[in-house]
């Protein structure tokens, strides 16, 4: 796992001026001095200035190129509950949107998940997304504990427990479910450290061993695709091999009781193209390169994941006579599988200019669609709440 780097204030500026007009941007400076003076007293239980947990905040959602707003909110999650200001007082300095945000995030703030059972969890997800009236509180919410898990050190042990369970059972599905898979593996990862140490550690151990070895066979399984498909003269390709993370690595170990090498030592490649049509002619080429394994090409690109992921998936018996599994997907649908739905809250000046404009707008509202099925469901939250009361949550 990379450490990921301190921000400064200074640095969440530099990161939004990059993407963000000038207003927008005095708009987000503007929530950190307010931000900076509510909580200027107070600090974490790493014993640090409180202030420094909202710049990361703020600095997460600024990565995934999040709207002024979204980030404007990153900075002030905390004051309605932390400090003496209200949210009529957000509203009248950032606005409505803001205030909305902010409110979602706190109240998601109060309720404390305590079960681990499957059905319970899943619930609990359930009524957290029909909570967010606005999705943007479930990319703070997400952003939020991010940051809590990189810092999760400063707690006792019991509380990394808990707090990293509830990470698994509930954020890390929710980030996948909205299809923020950058977020999704990091939670995942950083949990399984704090939940069972020795396996998260035996992995990592593993990968840097194999490391230079791995880069090696994949380097060739790379050179071999891209000879594939020079006949078809593909004007921006992309072709590499796929991370590997390390609570994937454990989940397939433990649910297919496999030695890590079984897992670890298998060729994921991905291919990115330009258009849809290329990721078609792709498959083609390395398809008659290759011999596919029966029951193992999926499309997704004609029949999109719930949560709006794209791609075609196949694997094939590749160089070597080595098991090989290509991912190929366009830029834009490369976009989405890492960000998901932040993806479509992402700035908008610029963004979505490519060729799949139309094609992103569909995949939004599938997006959208899925989850605003979720909160149908959750409509039952009465009942639900009457079924779980004093098993879940607390006040
Ligand atoms: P399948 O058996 O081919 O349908 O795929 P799996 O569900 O076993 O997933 C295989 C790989 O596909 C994963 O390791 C991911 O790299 C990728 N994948 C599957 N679903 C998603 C998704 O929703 N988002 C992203 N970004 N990647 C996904």
Partial sequence: MVEAKKLTAQDVHDLIADYMNDEHVKKVDKAYQFAFHLHQEQKRKSGEPYIIHPIQVAGILAELHM?????????????????????????????????????????????????????????????????????????????????????????????????????????????????IMTIKWELEDMALRYLNFDAYHDIAKSMDLRRQERLEIVDEAVDEIKHSITDLHLANTEVYGRPKHIYSIYRKMVDKNKRFEEIYDLLAIRVLVDTIPETYAVLGAIHARWTPMPGRFKDYIALPKANGYQSLHTSVIGPGGRPLEVQIRTYKMHEIAEYGIAAHWAYKEGNFAGADVQNADQQKLNVIQGILELQDDAQDADDFMESVKGDLFTD
């Fill in 67 to 179: 709207d002024p707003d979204t980030v404007v909110a990153g900075y002030l999650h905390d004051i309605v509950e932390d400090t003496t200001a209200t949210l009529a007082d957000v509203e009248q300095a950032f606005g409505h949107d803001v205030a909305v945000i902010v409110d979602g995030v706190s109240k998601l703030s109060r309720i404390k998940y305590k079960s681990s059972r499957e059905q319970l969890a899943e619930n609990h997800r359930k009524l957290l997304l029909a909570m967010s009236h606005d999705i943007r509180v479930i990319i703070v919410k997400l952003a939020d504990r991010l940051h809590n898990m990189r810092t999760l050190s400063a707690l006792r042990e019991e509380k990394q427990r808990r707090i990293a369970a509830e990470t698994l059972e509930i954020y890390a599905p929710l980030a996948d479910r909205l299809g």
